[in-house]
């Protein structure tokens, strides 16, 4: 009877712009179960008015700067790929902003 060793699970380090963005996803669900709580408490709708336009311009923030991050790092490895050919990517970006995919 052979005995099979299981291979070692190989985790995948986070970044520090994916632990920012899943930071910021905690607070802002934080924020919005203290806001419910606040205004069930005290019958108060107004706190909706300065949460969802704060929470959301700091949310949209951290995944704006999460994909910018993530772009530049993409067109760093892609120029630096031998068989990168620039007209062809150029082409390539051109047909999916007008037809929405290749």
């Known amino acids: 009877m052979t005995i099979k060793k299981k291979s070692p699970k190989i985790k995948k380090k986070r970044g520090f ?6 930071a910021v996803i905690i ?3 934080t924020v919005f179960e203290r806001g419910l709580y606040f205004a069930f408490k005290n019958y108060s ?5 300065y949460i969802i336009p704060a929470v959301g311009t700091i949310l949209g923030s951290a ?3 999460h994909i910018w991050k993530t772009k530049a790092e993409n067109v760093i490895k892609i120029s630096a790929n031998p068989d990168y050919d620039r007209e062809q990517m150029i082409e390539q970006l051109k047909n999916e902003m007008m037809y929405g995919g290749i």
Do not use: D, T
């Open 17 to 22: 712009s994916e632990k920012l963005v899943l």
């Open 63 to 65: 995944i704006g700067f």
């Open 27 to 29: 607070w802002v669900i």
């Open 45 to 49: 709708e107004s706190i909706w008015m």
